[in-house]
């Protein structure tokens, strides 16, 4: 996971490489954030950054609200 900032807007890259699903606990000045790719383009429009689960070679880029 990395965090990218321009001003203010911020932008979360989360990225699993691995064969097995992976949940991360993010602690981060946001509660939920906006999905705007998906490798499987099949995410709802925001996630709970308290809990993201992540499946098999999965990449998510979201914009923190």
């Keep these: 996971a990395f965090e990218r900032a321009h001003g203010d ?3 979360l890259v989360l990225l699993n ?4 699903e992976h ?3 993010l602690q981060s000045s946001s ?4 999905v705007l790719c998906s490798t499987h383009m099949d995410r709802d429009e925001k996630v709970d950054l308290q809990q993201v689960t ?3 070679d999965e990449g998510l ?5």
Aim: positive net charge.
């Design 23 to 25: 949940t991360l606990t």
């Design 54 to 56: 992540l499946r098999p």
């Design 9 to 11: 807007q911020k932008l």
């Design 61 to 65: 880029m979201l914009k923190l609200d």
């Design 31 to 34: 509660t939920s954030a906006a």
């Design 17 to 20: 490489f691995g064969s097995d």
